[in-house]
C-alpha cells in the first residue's frame, strides 16, 4: 500500500512540473487509472503547478536545462524580452522540465514512502499485535 501511495506522489509531482500545460490533470489521472493509484490522491495533489509556483518552476526548469545542455544563456530580469529570445531558451527550458519533473518525483516518491514506512503500521505488524 505504501508502495501505491508513494507511487501517486511521484506522478502527481512529475506531471505537476512537465512542460504539458492545461493537459497535466487528465494525464495524472489517466496515468493514476492505468497504473491503479490512489485517484483522489492524485486529483488533490496535482495541483502543483499553481500559479503562485509557476515562475519557480520556469526558472529552475530553465536553469536546469541549461546545465544538462552545457550553455549559459545569460538570460536576466533586465533584458529585453523578445521572440528570439524566448525561441532560444525554449529548448533548455523543455529539456531542463522533463528532468526537473523526473527528479523532483522521485525524491517526492522517496520522501513519502519513507515518511509512509515510518509512520504507518504494515499489515503484518498489525497482526502480530492482535
Known amino acids: ?5 508513494a507511487a501517486g506522489f511521484l506522478i502527481v509531482v512529475f506531471m505537476g512540473i512537465v512542460p504539458i500545460w492545461g493537459y497535466q490533470m ?3 489521472i489517466f496515468l493514476a487509472y492505468i497504473l491503479k493509484l490512489n485517484k483522489v490522491l492524485v486529483v488533490i495533489s496535482a495541483n502543483i503547478s499553481f500559479p503562485p509556483l509557476i515562475p519557480v518552476i520556469l526558472y529552475f526548469s530553465l536553469r536546469m536545462g541549461e546545465f544538462v ?3 549559459n544563456l545569460n538570460l536576466s530580469f533586465h533584458s529585453d524580452i523578445s521572440f ?12 531542463g522540465s522533463i528532468v ?6 522521485i525524491i517526492s516518491g522517496l520522501i513519502s514512502f519513507s515518511f509512509l514506512a515510518v509512520t504507518r503500521k504494515t499489515g503484518s505488524s498489525n497482526n502480530q499485535n492482535s
Not at 500500500?1 to 501511495?5: D, E, R
Not at 526537473?100 to 518525483?105: E, K, T, V
Open 100 to 105: 526537473l519533473a523526473i527528479i523532483a518525483g
Open 26 to 28: 487528465l494525464s495524472a
Open 84 to 95: 528570439d529570445v524566448i525561441k532560444s531558451a525554449l529548448w533548455s527550458y523543455i529539456i
Open 1 to 5: 500500500m505504501n508502495k501505491k501511495l
Open 69 to 71: 545542455l552545457g550553455h
